[in-house]
């Protein structure tokens, strides 16, 4: 029983590592055709939404621990 834990970590790792390689592969060939300035200017927004959402989950988190009653001052 002890070794399905790593057999299915590494399986999960196999799956993760091909499906990425096969997304980079895809994305790289359909850029192919974009011009510089517009590859940057998708990139920024990306960057931008990326920023956006990243802000929305820790004001939400900090929002519910609040809620929740839980001290999250530092030392």
């Known amino acids: 029983m002890e070794w399905v834990p790593v057999g299915f970590i ?3 790792a196999l799956v993760f590592c091909a499906t990425m390689f096969f997304a ?3 994305h790289y060939e359909q850029g ?3 011009s510089k300035r517009a590859l940057l ?3 920024g927004k990306v960057a ?3 920023i956006l959402v990243l802000t929305a989950v ?3 988190t900090f929002g519910v621990a609040q809620a929740l009653g839980m001290d999250l001052r530092l030392p």
């Open 41 to 43: 200017l998708t990139a």
């Open 24 to 26: 980079i592969k895809w």
């Open 58 to 60: 820790l004001l939400l």
């Open 48 to 50: 931008a939404v990326f």
């Open 32 to 34: 192919q055709g974009l």
């Open 10 to 12: 590494t399986l999960k």
